[in-house]
Structure formats: C-alpha cells, structure tokens
C-alpha cells in the first residue's frame, strides 16, 4: 500500500527475498518511467528500453501497433512501446511479479467528482498559492544545485517567481534557463523574461534558439529516448537548455510543463453554460473572451446557440435553421463524424501503407481513440480528460529521458499530487471569469509575478522558428 502515500515522482522495486515477490510502482502521473519484459523464465525491468536490451534473451522486435498509433498520432494507450513485449507500468499502477504470474493494479484515481466549496475568490485564490508554494518548495530540496527554466510564460514565471521568495531568505540566488531567438524576433520572450529577473535573485542563462533546428543532435537524440519521439520542438529548444543547464552544473531543474492543462483554461465552461441554457451567462463570458482576444461576441454566441440551443427553440416549421445547427455543430466538436472519418482514412491511404493499416486494425483503434476524444459534457469532465491524457505521460517520458542524458533530474510542481485535485475539484468560474482563463493562478500570483506576466493573454508560438530552420 506504500504508493498511495507517497508524494512526488517515483520509479522504484523492492525485492522481497521472503516471500520471493517483486514488488514495483510508478508514481500518480507518470513522471518517471517504467519499462519491463517478460516471459517464462526472465523478468527485466529499466527506466530505460536500452537496459531492457542488454540481457541477450530479450528480443528485438518492432511493434508494428505502436508504430501505427504514431503516425496517427493515438498515445491512448498506455502499456504499448515501440517494441514487442517491452512493456510499461502505467501511471499510478503497482506491479507484483512471483513465481505465481504477474499483477497490476492501479493503487490511486484521480477524482472527477470531487467538488471543493469555498466561500471567496481570495480564498480559492490563497489555498491554490498554500499548495503551489508548497509543491515548490518541496521540490527544491536537493543535495545538487538546482535551477528553473524561464520562457516567460505564466507557468514558468510563477516557479521561478516562488522559487526565488523561498529561497531569498536563505541568502541563495537560482540559476535560470531561457531560450532567446535573435533572428526569429517573434518567438523571442525576452520582454516577459526580462519583467521577472528584474525582481532580483535570479542567475540567468540563456540559449539561442534559433541556432539550433529541428535535426540538431537527431541521432544521439534518437539513442536516448530508444524511439521516435513526438516533440518536434525537442532538439531546438529542450535539447539546448539541458545541455546549458549540464554546464553549469546545475543537477535539479524545476519545469512548468504543461501548467495550462493542470490549472485549465477553463473554457469547457462555455459548453457547459451553453448546456445549461444559461445563455445571459453564456454571453457575459464570451463578451470578456472576445475583448481580450479580440474577437466578435456576437458572431462566437450566435455560434454557440445554433449549435446547443435549437433544440429548444426550433421545432418542425423551423427545418432550415435545425439544418443550419447541423452544419455548425462541427465548428465546435471534438468527435468526428462518419464521413469526416472516412475522408481522414483516405488520406492515410496515401501516405500509410493499406495492407500495414488493415494488418493492426488501424482504422478501430483510430475509431476506439475517437470516442475517448469526443466533445465533453462540462468543463470538469474536460479538465479531467486533459490531465489523464496518454498524450500527457508520453511527453513526461520524452522530457524524462532527454533530461537523463544530461544527468538532470526534471521536476514539475504542476504535477503535484494535491495541486492537481485542488484545481480539478474547484468551480468552473475559477478557471474562466470574465474572459480571463486560469484566473484562479492570476489572482494567487499577485504581487508575486510581474504584472505584465500576471494578465498576459499571448503565448509563445515558436512555429516561425521551425519554418525558418
């Protein structure tokens, strides 16, 4: 029962020589990973394939399955690697291995009805910086130097903004790590990074980015994550930064990955009062979203209407405008529809291999993966799928491995534990009001992060970099 209360990332096997039972487990979201293989006579575990393959008896064979889910870009499931019989644990899963067989058993789920009532927003806005405060901190325990990446995004500042209050007092100052892009101006963060340092007690270090391409150091890439990888911003960007990060003999490295889908958006929210037939609600946010983006309320709520509200407005003398709910309901699902399927299969047949695709079942598994895609129903439920995505524990793995070949141990107080059930667990409201996404974070970080980094609406787009490289 040690895993569910544990807090943190984890990989880990105790051997019980007693009882002659392995016992292994992989912490709540998949940060460390866990490889393993099996047959009658061999157990082999690693954090990396390449172990796994150093016993002679472990075969090398493709798994043509997983090969086909990457072309269609599917890391729904969660077991499969790029090989045959080389397994992994899934996140929040303990293994027990003896003479008796294998079982796994998932030792700790994510609560998707979980609700937490307060009575304010300061409060929602306290308890959210109490426990990010916390998992910070407790991530910069360590006997090695540790730094944090700085990209001047929300998620990157506030880390590195904690950071430096909570260490401040001990008269320590923390290296910083920033890709900065000379030639390609407009991925260029420097104002936003530059807003944070001037708070003092930061060490910084950059890279250039647009130096680098999207085939810098592929090969020695490749060895490290032992298969292709879906990241193509990895040797630009990743790559770069741990390598600086090496020389500077920093050894921990706190990271904000994907901050925005642990905190959410939150426009799941939209859906869902459009649901509810709170349309003056409806409105009210979309007026706010419109603004800051600027867009048309009017065409964005009318489109939102056609598509939830006809049902209760339109009944049979009004045919052309259910048609016309028809025709827009597409602009706002997730699923795909039959003939948008079938026209996404035709084009796999020209770049994907027929007799490969019918040979793995391409076309269910595609069909399978779909249905765990469609549209939510609320905003939670979206928040939920987003957090416990396999998209999300293949990312952590690619990070995982890249940060290994530089002897840098990556740590996320997104992921933590309690931070992740806290922003899952809370209103709606909290993660969209008024048009301003994640406000929960906003309001936790006053007088914390810079102003312009506090309300900033923009988010990095480094699309030009790879057109240019």
Known sequence: DCPKHLLGDF?????????????????????KPFYY?????????????????????????????????????????????SYQNILRLPAAHSMKVSSAGIKIQNYWKLDPQKEIRLNSDEEYAQEFRRIFTEAVRCRLRSALPVGSLLSGGLDSSSITSVARKILAPEGKILDTFSAIFDKNT???????????????????HYVHGDERTPLSDIEKILWYQDEVFFAPGL????????????????????????GDGVVSHGYGYLHELALQGRWLALFTEIQGVSKIYSQSSWETFWLYFYNYGMNSFCQKPFKLLRRLRKALRGRFSKGISESNQSEILSQWSNNINPEFMQRINLEERYSKFQQHEISSTNCKTEHYKTITSGLQIYALEVLDKAAAAFSIEQRYPFWDKRLVEFCLAIPAEQKLNKGWSRMIMRRAMNNILPVEVQWRTSKADFTPNLSHT
């Open 11 to 31: 990989a880990f096997a105790i051997w019980d020589k007693r009882r002659e039972i392995l016992f292994c487990a992989r912490d709540h979201f998949g940060v």
């Open 37 to 81: 293989y099996s047959d009658n006579n061999t157990f082999a575990f690693g954090s990396e394939i390449k172990a796994i393959f150093c016993l002679p008896e472990v075969p090398r064979e493709v798994n043509e399955v997983r090969i086909g889910d990457y072309l269609i870009k599917n890391f729904d499931d969660t077991t499969i690697t």
């Open 186 to 204: 407009e991925c260029d963060e420097r104002k936003f990074i530059n807003a944070v340092l001037d708070g003092g007690n930061l060490n910084p």
């Open 235 to 258: 040797p630009i960007m990743s790559w770069g930064l741990y390598d600086a990060t090496n020389k500077e003999g920093v050894r921990v490295l706190l990271d904000g990955h994907d």
